[in-house]
């Protein structure tokens, strides 16, 4: 949502929003990162803006701007971590509620559905979200929040943002629904403009880009929904530190080049990948051969580094995949400058049951890449010379 402080282009609000000089003594170019715990008033409850860092810091309200600019937001909220975040959320909710949570989602938040919330007082459904009319069909009385991702973690699935707020506030206006946008960033994807209520980002993530920070953000238009959530961030107190936003108010100045590079990255290694015979699929979204491209078009304005595929092979085949590769590093997490590649069923979603794994598809050859910034042709290298070690040349 534009204001007299946001600019018309993404890259413009993520390196001026927020930043501007003349609100710090001796008009400091870059963001200071201000580490004191609390401020001085001029008399008993009476400050200038600040009295507690828990309560707001200056160094985390820069970043919270801007991040908002960058969702089309009018509030944005850091919390110390993407689970952070999502725990603050559903204490937005009474004892007793219903959740509705897409069933291919980040481990973490199917673990903490599964786990934490479902035996703190909330009802959790799991459904296949890429219908809208799962969603609808779910929906209860006590139904108070739907939960979805698009693209989904790990199997690249996406969910009709605009159909799916259509038919949720159809059947109760005062559902929320919430939108991971982790996996696109907001400089392809902004799902408040298709209806959701809120937006939750692991700034961990592309947002920051650099595997140095963990960090969460929230993002809504809701000014109702943002107080609340800005009490609970006050009353919980799972905040960032002012050293962990300045270094995602870094970061973050670099996100729209680095998304188009890892945009062009991960379309040419998928396109190449596809026509290998040693691997059974292929799953990026901007491929012609993804079952929803017709939805990604619509909804995106480009895709994220993240490719999942399937190797022919078994477990012993993605081991020795893994072991043979010499630029991609083996590791948990995404989005950063360097290329990551990880096995979902041993490693991030590992804490997701096994019925649950294989009933989405969660196999033992499925590898999930994360493709970074390094040039494509070494990329493409590292992964043919890593299935010829475990699947054996071509023939």
């Not at 009385?141 to 159909?163: C, F, G, Q, Y």
């Not at 961030?233 to 270094?247: E, I, K, T, W, Y």
Request: aromatic residues 8%.
């Amino acid at each position: 949502m534009m204001d007299s402080s946001t600019f018309p282009n993404f890259a413009t609000n993520a390196i001026h929003v927020g930043h501007e000089c003349e609100q710090w003594k001796g008009n400091t170019v870059v963001v200071p990162i201000s580490l004191g715990t609390t401020f001085k008033q001029t008399q008993p409850g009476v400050h200038s803006g600040y009295d507690y860092s828990r309560s707001g810091n200056p160094t985390r309200d820069v970043l919270e701007k801007c991040l908002a600019s960058l969702e089309d937001a009018k509030h944005g909220l850091a919390f110390a971590s993407g689970l952070a975040a999502t725990t603050t959320l559903t204490h937005l909710l009474p004892t007793g509620s219903h959740v509705i949570c897409m069933d291919d989602v980040y481990g973490g938040t199917n673990r903490y559905m599964n786990n934490v919330a479902s035996r703190n007082g909330l009802e959790v459904t799991f459904v296949d979200g890429t219908d809208y009319a799962n969603v609808t069909a779910a929906i209860k009385p006590n139904t108070k929040m739907v939960w979805i991702e698009s693209p989904t973690n790990p199997l690249l699935k996406l969910a009709d943002i605009r159909a799916i707020a259509d038919a949720v506030h159809g059947a109760d206006p005062n559902i929320i629904l919430v939108m991971d946008n982790t996996f696109m960033s907001p400089y392809f994807q902004r799902p408040l403009n298709f209806g959701a209520d809120i937006v939750l980002h692991s700034a961990t993530k592309y947002i920051n880009g650099h595997t140095d920070v963990v960090m969460g953000v929230i993002m809504t238009n809701n000014d109702e929904l943002c107080k609340q959530i800005k009490y609970l961030q006050n009353s919980m107190g799972a905040v960032p530190s002012p050293f962990d936003c300045f270094l995602v108010n870094r970061g973050v100045k670099t996100l729209a080049v680095r998304m188009k590079e890892h945009f062009k990255n991960g379309l040419f290694i998928a396109e190449c990948l596809e026509k290998d015979p040693r691997i059974e699929t292929v799953i990026f979204p901007a491929l012609p051969s993804h079952p929803q491209h017709e939805l990604y078009l619509r909804q995106c304005r480009g895709c994220s580094g993240m490719i999942t595929m399937r190797i022919k092979g078994d477990l012993e085949s993605s081991k020795k995949f893994f072991e043979a590769l010499k630029i991609f590093v083996l590791a948990e997490s995404l989005g950063g400058y360097e290329s990551l590649a990880e096995h979902p069923a041993l490693m991030t979603h590992a804490s997701v049951p096994k019925d649950h794994r294989d009933m989405l598809g969660i196999s033992d050859n499925l590898i999930r890449l994360s493709v970074g910034l390094e040039d494509k042709e070494d990329l493409l290298e590292d992964l043919l010379q890593a299935l010829t070690a475990s699947v054996g040349p071509i023939v």
